[in-house]
């Protein structure tokens, strides 16, 4: 029986070079097996003159307009978000290639390329919805993408004084956090920028949303869990009178008055797993989590 012929959008990052022998070897693979290749275009361009590797693409992506059976991301966790950016909506399964550093939503080392590509091939693996939400403003227009697949941020600027965030969840006052800022994060996102301010790891595809407090003046202050189906509002107060919006990392300046609505995007992010990877395995061996490692 003749192998159907897939096709391939290609993300990278494109400050690893030194991990280029990754990328000939999925290159080798899906050439071998008939693929098609797309590869977005700035990753291309440090491939073929920066790296002077020769790419067999059959098409370059520019921005978001492509369709593929699988998306893969070579990089590290970053590198994942960019790629799920570029999928959006389109129901286009993401894998994740590990050539960055602690990876754990790109999960499939070098070592493992050989093996993670096959089993797509064969149709050996599963796929995970993972949540996305996005963000609106009134008045003050996005110059970046809303949607994240990690967490949303608010932060105060630089070296500015605390900021005061006013917190409603569905109409309803939460708090007023001062504080250096506030993380409202996916399960997906637990693991990374919440989890560095104290929050807590959840696990995927629970449906619940975590704010957690940047640097609070308060003790009393923890993180808390809510349904994602809730609405979340934000009135953010500072001495400056601006404050930093960061979205999976991507950040712009916002005045001081604008209200921030956060909930949960109509899409979700598909991630493709090789069959028998378990989440658990992944925090352990991935966070060392639950390790004793006194002697």
């Known amino acids: 029986m003749t192998e159907k012929q897939l096709r391939f959008a290609i993300f990278g990052n494109v400050y690893q070079a030194k991990k280029s022998a990754s990328i000939q070897k999925i290159m080798s693979l899906l050439s071998s097996r008939g693929a098609e290749i797309m590869v977005e275009r700035e990753y291309y361009d440090f491939l073929t003159k920066g790296q002077l590797i020769d790419v067999p693409a059959t098409r370059i992506i520019d921005g978001t307009n492509f369709e593929a059976d699988f998306a893969l991301s070579m990089g590290g966790d970053g590198t994942f978000l960019k790629t ?33 590509i096959d089993a797509l091939f064969r149709g050996d693996y599963e796929l995970e919805d993972h949540a996305v939400i996005q963000l609106e403003t009134d008045g003050e227009p996005l110059t970046i993408c809303p949607k994240a697949l990690n967490d949303i941020a608010v932060l105060k600027r630089d070296n500015a004084s605390m900021i005061s965030i006013r917190t409603y969840i569905n109409g309803d006052q939460l708090a007023t956090y001062q504080a250096d800022g506030l993380i409202v994060s996916t399960p997906t996102g637990s693991t990374a920028y919440s989890l560095s301010n104290g929050g807590p790891i959840i696990v995927p595809q629970t449906g619940v949303m975590c704010l957690t407090a940047v640097a609070p003046h308060s003790l009393n202050i923890r993180p808390v869990v809510i349904p994602d189906d809730a609405v979340i509002t934000l009135k953010v107060e500072s001495r400056s009178h601006n404050f930093l919006i960061a979205i999976d990392g991507r950040s712009q300046k916002c005045s001081e008055g604008t209200t921030l609505t956060i909930t949960r995007a109509p899409y979700a992010i598909r991630i493709a797993k090789r069959s028998g990877r378990k989440y658990y395995t992944t925090l352990r061996d991935k966070m060392m989590w639950g390790m004793d490692n006194r002697s």
């Open 84 to 116: 799920a950016h570029f999928v959006g909506n389109k129901g286009i399964p993401v894998m994740g290639i590990n050539v960055g550093r602690l990876g754990f939503l790109a999960d499939v080392s070098p070592t493992e390329i050989e093996q993670a």
